[in-house]
């Protein structure tokens, strides 16, 4: 019999703190190792219990004793309704390998707590489909759609239902141009996804979903999306329709250059220079520009970060990424390129309208976020860059506000921009 027998069980059931009571155990949001090993890590307590836990459910297979006996505690011990399930058995597995290496899916880790359960309830089918658009992980939605507010509301001369209205048509256009891109991100790149930890289980990788699927689906979203844009001012059509060989192209990028993330910027920033003329049917280049180019260096900022967690498997299939190229001097050159996008935004807001205290002050908040969030992050860690990539999102929310404290000065009277 092992030392640790069922009796320690229960009791560890009823007497551990209610970190670990029995409903968290139970729960899926709890239901693997690596969730275990960062909570216990918490509390002493809990972490001289897990280990005895962790010892008994694993080494009464070896314990010295007959068949019976062993099959006896196996039967108790799953009547603790404690489980691991599939996922956090093989991250048990390869937990050694993965503390030297750094090579697991943090997705799925987050997935966990993230999950988007809606999606999880629909026929299969259309579950890989709508994961094939990448509708089941929204920030890629979002990333995208912050220039495109940005650019309205700095074209904008006052707030009113005509700009909510267009900001709200190009939030559902940078749902369906994001899919578009990560659709042809996953038509060129099945081949390499199928040989980097974090993609191969995507659809087309493994060969849950058709190219022939994939293309129908992807036809569907680039209607859409020319339908959107055809209701905006010429300018407009012109400059969307400009960008998209890059979009095509992007992730062909990564095969010839150490700078894909770059291209990213150029395609994920176009927001500013389609949305400007949105309300004036006109463009001011002093202002739009610095303002995308700033923009493109924050696309660069959260990229590089988001490519740190691949960068094990991108060595070994000779991908190439900023993460790469700026390797151990990465956060020095994001540091740079944070200066270098406040210098530019704040260039543009004041050309646009006479900086007041309310602009400065979330430019200035903005600025320690992301400072925060650079030295915060643990680029040897995939979960923490998945983390700090998705709060990029809280500073673009930060710099839409202050588009919009800059349309009105010190004395709340509507700002006029000089075309």
């Given at each position: 019999m092992n030392k640790y027998s069922i009796r320690s069980i229960q009791q560890f059931k009823k007497k551990s703190n209610s970190l670990f009571s029995s409903s968290l155990l139970n729960s899926n949001k709890y239901n693997n190792n690596y969730n275990y090993y960062s909570i216990m890590k918490k509390d002493k307590t809990c972490k001289l219990n897990l280990v005895k836990l962790v010892k008994c459910s694993f080494s009464n297979i070896n314990s010295n004793g007959n068949d019976n006996d062993k099959q006896n505690n196996n039967n108790q011990f799953s009547k603790s309704n404690i489980t691991f399930n599939k996922d956090s058995e093989n991250i048990s597995n390869t937990n050694n390998t993965n503390k030297s290496n750094n090579k697991y899916n943090p997705e799925l880790i987050d997935?966990?707590?993230?999950?988007?359960?809606?999606?999880?309830?629909?026929?299969?089918?259309?579950?890989?489909?709508?994961?094939?658009?990448?509708?089941?992980?929204p920030i890629g939605t979002l990333l995208l759609f912050w220039p495109c507010a940005w650019?309205?509301?700095?074209?904008?001369?006052?707030l009113n239902i005509t700009l909510a209205k267009f900001i709200s048509m190009y939030f559902v256009g940078s749902m369906l141009m994001r899919s578009s891109g990560c659709i042809i991100n996953d038509m060129w790149d099945r081949n390499i996804d199928k040989q980097v930890e974090r993609t191969k289980e995507r659809p087309l990788a493994s060969g849950k979903i058709t190219m022939l699927e994939a293309s129908i689906f992807l036809s569907l979203h680039l209607s859409a999306s020319l339908y959107i844009l055809l209701q905006l001012p010429y300018i407009s059509i012109i400059s969307g329709l400009a960008i998209m060989p890059l979009v095509c192209i992007y992730p062909f990028i990564k095969r010839v250059t150490f700078f894909p993330q770059l291209i990213l910027g150029f395609c994920f920033n176009s927001g500013i220079v389609i949305c400007f003329p949105s309300l004036t049917n006109t463009i001011n280049l002093g202002i739009c520009i610095p303002f995308y180019l700033g923009g493109v260096l924050w696309t660069l900022i959260y990229d590089t970060i988001y490519a740190h967690m691949d960068k094990e498997d991108d060595k070994l299939i000779n991908v190439k990424s900023t993460a790469l190229y700026f390797n151990d001097n990465t956060k020095k050159f994001l540091m740079i390129f944070l200066a270098a996008i406040m210098a530019l935004f704040y260039y543009s807001l004041n050309k646009k309208n006479k900086l007041d205290n309310a602009t400065k002050s979330l430019l200035v908040i903005s600025t320690f976020f992301q400072v925060y969030e650079i030295k915060k992050v643990d680029l040897n860690s995939p979960l923490s860059c998945l983390k700090s990539f998705k709060r990029n999102n809280i500073f673009g929310l930060l710099i839409f506000l202050a588009c919009?404290?800059?349309?009105?000065?010190m004395k709340g009277e509507e700002a006029i921009i000089n075309h």
């Open positions: 997935n966990k707590a993230k999950s988007i359960n809606i999606i999880d309830s629909l026929p299969e089918k259309i579950q890989l489909l709508l994961k094939l658009g990448r509708y089941d992980r650019g309205t509301t700095l074209g904008a001369l006052t919009i404290a800059n349309m009105y000065d």
